[in-house]
């Protein structure tokens, strides 16, 4: 009985040490933004319902939280007109924490007009698919 309550009374002391140190807040995504240009954090600036005519750069910016670098997440970007894939990013995630965390794609003559799509997939799942036209 007395080893009963000498656990019990172990157990919430370590409890009231440590709250919440057994337990990480879970990843979420709070934002996902196409943009003509990003500033020093990634955030974005510049957010076009379509990119001008023969845009030569296409960011991709992701708000994140309690992100960590087991975390992985992929954009393949599309052109739907022909259905080709121009390109395929994966994220480097350095360290845990908040922020944007951004993508790119260049094309040095310029996007064709059309229509296009960002994939974005968080850890193997799709979570978004972000359709823009260049004009």
């Given at each position: ?23 990480q ?33 296409i ?46 794609i ?30």
């Amino acid at each position: 009985m007395k080893v009963k309550i000498f656990l019990a009374i172990l157990l919430t002391i370590v409890i009231a040490i440590f709250p919440g140190c057994s337990t990480q807040k879970p990843l979420s995504i709070e934002g996902i933004y196409l943009a003509e240009s990003i500033d020093e954090n990634n955030a974005p600036e510049k957010l076009p319902n379509i990119f001008p005519a023969k845009s030569k750069n296409i960011y991709l910016s992701i708000n994140v939280e309690n992100i960590t670098p087991d975390d992985k997440i992929k954009v393949i970007w599309t052109y739907l007109d022909t259905g080709d894939i121009i390109q395929e990013q994966s994220s480097n995630i350095d360290k845990k924490g908040s922020g944007f965390i951004s993508f790119n794609i260049s094309i040095s003559e310029g996007f064709p007009s059309g229509d296009y799509t960002a994939e974005i997939f968080l850890n193997g799942e799709k979570i978004k698919d972000l359709e823009f036209s260049v004009e």
